[in-house]
């Protein structure tokens, strides 16, 4: 008994350490750059104590508070020049209980990654079936919001039509790109096609609406970035992209995308280029199709973002393979480059969006449930590089047509109750011997199938290792530890129940929950057995398939030793 209690203690001191370092974890959330402050009067504060209270402020900080731009004045938004430290001054002042929020002007940026050689074919589009799409529509009377560097008028889109749009940088109408980002962005979008040069665009007849919100350097406010998306839809835009993040989170954002998508507008945008397992803001919102990157070899980009909040997959290029689109260069020159990041994944899903509404369905909820159920499920994803899956528009465009949507299983979570199932039908053989206790149960469910109902629960700005942990078989553990999908031998084996065993066989109490995880494992050595499994250092089909036969046998034959021991 004594034995017992020392290990249920060490068990507890190391989920009470995992738990420690889960709460401490500084995530995106906390990792935002600002040089300013967002304050947000309350709109049933009158406009006169308004104005007095910001000419108290004008005096006490000897600075100029200020509107955003022309078109915060409707909003009451302010913004003032401050750090961390003055952040949590004014948050403390009695200007809290006049306000909506008082917040960080954080900066956001581009997420292209570093530029590798030119290639001069568009695989990208290739890849996501675009020809078969063409035939059924090319996004004529669509308007695609791109918010970014700004877009400039290089040969290859004199063809595009181009709506009004705004510099919010600069606070002027003309939205020209300095930078190269938002041209390059724009041409994935709506390139113009069939005009014998350049390259192609994903919806080449749709209109673009250029919102520039990131300076020549590439960076912007939050503010900047929300006003731009209200004004997209306040000016008809069907479709908004946003190939930016960062870190930070904001209820001035979060406002505008809200008000954007009860508008009827689909918002998409970038997952991010940190190689993290949470997608950046603004794409991890709940209103937003968040877009990881594929490379040449159509998988997961080695710079994407991953795990919670992605919802889809496109094409963003690689080391190998980029994607080629045409934008301006630092002399402003027109000029045909390839550029690599999610930022580049982030407009395939726009301009499909686009052909989708252009093919006639006008809901927004909808555009998004074609998007995912049309995409290409990829199975064995443990890690979530994909979300629903990789990008198809041919897929999508088909659906689309239907007009139904097709019910949507979870191929990993019926896989899970499916090893519980069998690990249970094989207690049948020896009921009469086993006691069904607490610990017996929670050993069935360990090594049969996990906690699986947990990888339902989308945590951000957590480590994601003791979730996909505790959500997993036993015999998936070393799948976890190692970031494969690669089924390890050595936890998917009888090795750990034997371990098991031979430390608990004479506790009276601890030995039940081996004799559980044992049956467990024979659960879920049988199914992989029948699943075509990639084993880690052995090849896939029969050689692995007879490894995990092997290794069933000898669970259900350690139980029956273990029980003749009773």
Request: proline share 3%.
């Amino acid at each position: 008994m004594k034995c017992l209690l020392r290990r249920i203690g060490i068990l507890a001191l190391f989920f009470l350490g995992v738990s420690w370092a889960v709460y401490n974890f500084q995530g995106l959330a906390n990792k935002g750059e600002f040089n300013s402050i967002v304050i947000n009067f309350k709109q049933d504060i009158p406009i006169t104590e308004v104005e007095n209270k910001i000419s108290q402020l004008n005096q006490q900080y000897d600075q100029a508070i200020h509107f955003n731009s022309q078109f915060s004045q409707k909003e009451r938004v302010y913004i003032i020049k401050g750090d961390k430290e003055f952040l949590k001054k004014i948050k403390q002042s009695e200007l809290s209980s006049l306000t909506e929020y008082i917040e960080p002007n954080y900066q956001y940026h581009t997420l292209e990654a570093v530029n590798d050689p030119r290639y001069n074919e568009q695989w990208n589009l290739q890849n996501i079936n675009i020809e078969a799409a063409w035939k059924q529509a090319k996004g004529k009377g669509v308007t695609v919001a791109v918010i970014d560097t700004g877009v400039s008028r290089v040969p290859d889109l004199q063809r595009t039509e181009f709506v009004e749009g705004y510099d919010f940088v600069n606070d002027k109408k003309d939205a020209s790109d300095d930078h190269g980002h938002g041209t390059h962005v724009a041409g994935t979008v709506a390139q113009s096609t069939n005009n014998r040069y350049g390259v192609a665009g994903v919806a080449y007849q749709a209109k673009i609406m250029p919102l520039k919100v990131l300076s020549a350097a590439g960076y912007g406010t939050i503010s900047d970035i929300a006003e731009a998306i209200r004004f997209a839809a306040d000016h008809n835009a069907d479709i908004i992209n946003m190939s930016l993040g960062g870190g930070g989170a904001s209820k001035m954002m979060e406002d505008a995308i809200n008000y954007a998508h009860q508008k009827g507008v689909v918002i998409v945008a970038a997952a991010g280029n940190s190689s993290l397992s949470s997608a950046s803001y603004p794409s991890r919102y709940d209103k937003v199709i968040s877009v990881s990157a594929l490379n040449g070899s159509n998988e997961k980009a080695f710079y994407s973002n991953y795990g919670v909040g992605v919802d889809i997959s496109a094409p963003g290029g690689g080391r190998d393979k980029q994607i080629l689109q045409e934008t301006i260069n630092r002399n402003g020159q027109a000029t045909i480059a390839g550029f690599m990041g999610t930022s580049m994944a982030s407009p395939h899903v726009a301009g499909v969006a686009a052909l989708i509404r252009s093919a006639g369905v006008k809901d927004a909820n909808k555009i998004r449930k074609i998007l995912e159920e049309s995409a290409q499920e990829v199975e064995n994803d443990k890690l979530n590089y994909y979300g629903s899956g990789k990008l198809d528009a041919e897929a999508a465009l088909k659906l689309a047509k239907k007009g139904q949507f097709p019910l949507h299983f979870d191929h990993d979570l019926l896989m899970k109750l499916l090893m519980l199932a069998v690990a249970y039908i094989f207690t049948a053989w020896f009921s009469k011997s086993i006691r069904f206790t607490d610990l017996f149960h929670l050993g069935m469910v360990l090594g049969s199938c996990g906690f699986f109902l947990l990888k339902l629960v989308n945590i951000f700005d957590v480590p994601q290792w003791p979730i996909r942990l505790v959500s997993s078989p036993l015999g998936e553990w070393g799948n976890v530890i190692q970031g494969s999908v690669d089924i390890n031998p050595i936890f998917a084996s009888v090795l750990i129940p034997f371990c098991l065993t031979a430390l608990l066989l004479g506790n009276n109490e601890g030995k039940w929950f081996a004799i559980g995880t044992t049956l467990g494992m024979a659960g879920f050595l049988t199914v992989t057995t029948f699943t075509s499994p990639d084993l880690w250092l052995l090849n896939q089909g029969l050689i692995s398939q007879i490894f995990l036969g092997i290794n069933a046998l000898l669970c259900l034959g350690l139980v029956g030793l273990s029980l003749k021991e009773n």
